[in-house]
């Protein structure tokens, strides 16, 4: 949200700069987000001033340009060659002095520098209204006004206004900060905090009255639930047209863009005290009736926008005698708005149900300045006070008569909050007991009006406007709030407790897999569970019946809950891809949501994505690819630092994959892995492979907390290798080998490696190699020769009959 720092200055006399403001409404809790600096033209017209042409002569050398000699109140007149048709002596005009950057309306900036144009020097430059920013008319240079003064900077003459805006970052529960009024009343209150006492000046319609009573509109409103308060009132005999340039620059401050008087008079009490308005061309409205209700479902409707909208029964609409002209609260319609030829208006001021009014604006996919307000909740008690200041506002700029009386549809009037403060609680809740007597100034301060006192606490009356306040606790923030966090002083004695965590978890054994994986490279990311149902086109496994969908979706590509995260990490994978960042080892702890069996279920994940080279590039490494091999590597380092073991590698079933391998404990799966199918990486317009893992985290959890750590004495006799190079036939694994060694050796043998793998040339047909390392140990005494012989040859016996192998 802006607020512009001259707007906040009619509100209350503020002196202090614009950086003293921004920390008291950050300490206030308005934090300023930053302050951007504004001018009603850009650049100021710094380095403009203005000048008298003191002679004017043709050019010898160019029929289209003359040569000009213009006094700006220095010692010497400036010679300035003009290409302006319509220069002559004796005018006074705006010059840009050797060094003035100009902000054209159109177009680039640029400086002015001294140069020869066609032979003759050129010391400054005579400007049209667009070159200076000023319009957009190029078809000679401005000529002024004969009185001014020479000399004197052209920003006083054409009262180019500066400013400061805060760019505040308002939490969803401050909507009574959503307005200057709103910023103002809280400086209001931290200033009287610091002592200051400075008065709130609010707008006056003191002027407002009924000059005649011609134009009368009636109102009608059948669903008082969604409309509280419904205020309008008719304005006839205005001029539509450009607004005044006060006006324009308040909006352009805050970065709205002007379009007419009206329409900006509207929305300029919109930000001004937070009352959305809405003028409506009275001409327009047939029957010269107003019904404030809801239509049929699937009602056609076009927005301001051009845009037809089907109508959901539950959407309030402001209707005329025969069509709809305006979603309530929220957009208006194409045929019923303000235009050029508009002499006459009804002017809409409201307040419209907070949830109503959002579960629609949700519904459309429409967000105004309007429905910001109204779906937060705005003060139920200034309708008809900014109706009377947004008339009267128009009546300043546009002209007209107050054409009727001012229509006020308040059946039920909305009632304040009754709170009850106790004294002890606050001070349970600030830490610090605040004097009781600054606690009732801070409330008053707040406009919470204070009904009674007591020993134990006080009586208060919130108004409507503060929806966010309606608890004890909410008191007490407020109170906090104003007093200053700042303020408040820290003890010295700090009390914890200390609880009793279980290592098995979740947190505990993800920190400890981050921190492994971390180790090796990989980046923690994360990424939403919002997704889009279109992933699941990618896979059969996939589907759409187990979809959960958001009831109102932000948009179609976040409207359902993920079933996989390989998605959502190839989004992230292509987007670091597209910015040169082609070597990626990722992984994210997430879950998975799926609507089965009438069901819902989250699970747990944790997945692992790498694609690229292992390692950064450097001159005294040979860059390797990532490759499946690398990743089960990885997911075999992450089992082992659970103590997961026993279990057992077969071919993965998954469409997800081109290839890949599923490890399962006891038919449990643990982990998917392998690499990404190339059709799905296409999809996401990537081109390098992507290795990716997907483990059952639930499961592994629940393995990690039966898993029995045992502990062994390190071993004080040598380990002994040896090696064996085998021919075996293609379709025999390693994970064969693996397992028939340990059933023949089950004591001695620790460890066996795959250290060698060819196929080629010189080996039979069907065959391959395999170079495998045999680790022996014995933990009681060192191995003979003999032993070892007898073990090694057990082995290649086993390893004949079984695999059919040859010793190489």
């Not at 208060?460 to 007093?483: G, H, K, M, S, W």
């Not at 180790?519 to 889009?532: D, K, P, V, Y």
Request: charged share 25%; aromatic share 8%.
């Amino acid at each position: 949200m802006n607020i512009s720092y001259n707007w906040l200055k009619q509100f209350i006399k503020i002196n202090w700069t614009p950086e003293q403001l921004s920390e008291l409404l950050t300490d206030l809790g308005l934090e300023v987000e930053g302050i951007e600096s504004f001018e009603s033209v850009k650049g100021g017209l710094e380095g403009v001033v203005i000048g008298e042409v003191l002679t004017c002569k043709k050019h010898p050398n160019a029929d289209k340009l003359k040569i000009t000699t213009v006094d700006i109140g220095q010692e010497a007149p400036l010679q300035i060659v003009c290409g302006a048709p319509n220069v002559a002596a004796g005018q006074k005009v705006p010059v840009a002095t050797i060094g003035t950057t100009l902000y054209p309306t159109e177009g680039a900036s640029w400086t002015i520098k001294k140069g020869k144009i066609r032979g003759e020097e050129s010391h400054g430059m005579i400007c049209a209204e667009d070159e200076l920013g000023l319009g957009t008319s190029h078809d000679g240079i401005m000529v002024l006004d004969a009185k001014l003064k020479v000399g004197v900077p052209a920003a006083e003459v054409f009262k180019i206004e500066k400013d400061n805006v805060f760019e505040i970052g308002l939490t969803p529960n401050r909507a009574d900060a959503m307005s200057h009024l709103g910023v103002a009343r809280d400086l209001k209150a931290g200033f009287l905090q610091k002592d200051i006492n400075l008065e709130l000046i609010t707008p006056s319609v003191s002027a407002f009255h009924t000059d005649n009573r011609t134009l009368k509109i009636d109102v009608g409103v059948k669903h008082k639930e969604l409309a509280p308060r419904y205020c309008g009132v008719t304005i006839s005999g205005l001029s539509v047209e450009e607004s005044p340039q006060w006006l324009q620059n308040r909006l352009k401050a805050i970065g709205l863009n002007p379009i007419n008087n009206v329409v900006d008079a509207t929305n300029y009490v919109l930000h001004e005290l937070g009352q959305p308005l809405h003028a409506f061309d009275a001409i327009k409205i047939t029957g010269k009736k107003i019904e404030v209700k809801t239509l049929e479902r699937g009602t056609k409707f076009i927005t301001l926008d051009g845009v037809e909208r089907e109508l959901h029964e539950d959407d309030l609409m402001i209707c005329d005698g025969n069509k709809p002209m305006c979603i309530a609260g929220i957009f208006g319609g194409i045929d019923s708005g303000v235009t050029e030829t508009t002499t006459s208006i009804f002017l809409e001021s409201a307040y419209f149900n907070p949830v109503s009014i959002r579960k629609t604006a949700k519904r459309h996919g429409l967000s105004t300045d309007a429905s910001f307000r109204f779906e937060r909740g705005i003060d139920p008690s200034i309708t008809e006070y900014a109706l009377k200041r947004a008339a009267l506002l128009i009546q300043d700029v546009a002209g007209g008569e107050i054409t009727s009386d001012i229509v006020d549809f308040y059946p039920n009037k909305i009632k304040d909050y009754e709170v009850r403060l106790s004294f002890e609680n606050a001070k349970k809740l600030i830490g610090e007991e605040i004097p009781k007597e600054v606690i009732k100034r801070i409330l008053s301060s707040l406009e919470i009006k204070v009904n009674n006192v007591t020993e134990a606490g006080l009586g208060l009356t919130v108004p409507a406007y503060r929806n966010d306040v309606q608890r004890e606790t909410d008191i007490i923030e407020e109170i906090l709030r104003i007093y200053g966090y700042n303020t408040i002083k820290t003890t010295k004695k700090l009390s914890a407790s200390i609880s009793n965590t279980s290592r098995f978890e979740d947190h505990v054994i993800q920190d400890t897999i981050g921190n492994l994986l971390a180790a090796q490279g990989f980046f923690e990311m994360l990424s939403n569970s919002l997704t889009t149902p279109n992933y699941i086109t990618f896979s059969e496994q996939l589907k759409a019946e187990h979809h959960i969908s958001m009831l109102n979706p932000l948009s179609h590509d976040l409207s359902v809950l993920r079933q996989s995260l390989l998605f959502s990490g190839l989004e992230a994978v292509s987007h670091n891809i597209n910015r040169k960042r082609l070597d990626l080892k990722l992984f994210e702890f997430g879950k998975t949501y799926h609507h089965i069996d009438d069901d819902r279920k989250e699970l747990k994940h944790l997945c692992l994505l790498v694609t690229g080279n292992r390692e950064p590039e450097s001159w005294y490494t040979v860059n390797t690819k990532s490759d499946f091999f690398y990743l089960k590597g990885m997911v075999n380092a992450i089992l082992d630092r659970l103590g997961i073991s026993g279990c057992t590698e077969v071919p993965l079933r998954n469409d997800l994959f081109g290839e890949g391998l599923s490890i399962v404990h006891k038919k449990t799966p643990l982990v998917d892995f392998g690499m990404v199918k190339k059709s799905i990486l296409k999809a996401f317009d990537i081109s390098q492979e992507v290795i990716y893992a997907d483990f059952y985290w639930d499961a592994i959890l629940d393995m990690v907390k039966r898993n029995k750590i045992v502990f062994e004495p390190i071993p004080k006799y040598p380990q002994v290798r040896r090696d064996f190079a085998l021919l075996i036939d293609n379709h025999v694994s390693f994970e064969d080998i693996l397992k028939i060694a340990k059933q023949s050796e089950r004591q001695l043998l620790k460890d066996v490696n795959l250290f060698d793998v060819y196929q080629g040339k010189n080996l039979p047909q069907g065959k391959k190699s395999y170079a495998v390392s045999f680790t022996l140990q014995d933990q009681n005494k060192t191995l003979t020769d003999k032993q070892i012989d007898k073990i090694m040859t057990k082995l290649q016996v086993s390893l004949e009959n079984e695999l059919g192998a040859e010793l190489r």
